[in-house]
Nanobody, 123 residues
Framework: QVQLVESGGGLVQAGDSLTLSCAAS????????LGWFRQTPGTKRQFVAG????????DYADSVNGRFTISRDNVKKTFYLQMNSLKPEDTAVYYC????????????????WGQGTQVTVTS
């Protein structure tokens, strides 16, 4: 099992950058695929980015591809979402997630979740 705690959310302006962190505790992190989802009021959580256990493979939602970068540090047991060129439509609660699998399930069927961190982008 792993426990996840996000940090780094906040209020920024369009065009700014922000980095979210997710600190993990529990099992060896290498065993898990990791990812980020986001959710706005009244909508389902949507996949944002995922990374394999080794970090060799990443994938992104089309809406963030080229602007966001997911990375992981298995020694520090922390993973990150670097968000550049932020847009107002990126405003959401961001959740980190972990799955005991080779990749994150894009539909959200992953075992472990953080509590969420708010990102607000003003125009």
């Amino acid at each position: 099992q792993v426990q996840l705690v996000e940090s780094g959310g906040g209020l920024v302006q369009a065009g700014d950058s922000l980095t979210l962190s997710c600190a993990a505790s529990g099992d060896t992190l290498n065993w898990y695929a990791l990812g980020w989802f986001r959710q706005t009021p009244g909508t389902k959580r949507q996949f944002v980015a995922g990374i394999s256990g080794s970090g060799a493979r990443t994938d992104y939602a089309d809406s963030v591809n080229g602007r966001f970068t997911i990375s992981r540090d298995n020694v520090k047991k922390t993973f990150y979402l670097q968000m550049n060129s932020l847009k107002p439509e990126d405003t959401a609660v961001y959740y980190c997630t972990a799955a005991y699998a080779s990749r994150i399930n894009h539909d959200g069927d992953n075992e472990y979740w953080g509590q969420g961190t708010q990102v607000t982008v003003t125009s």
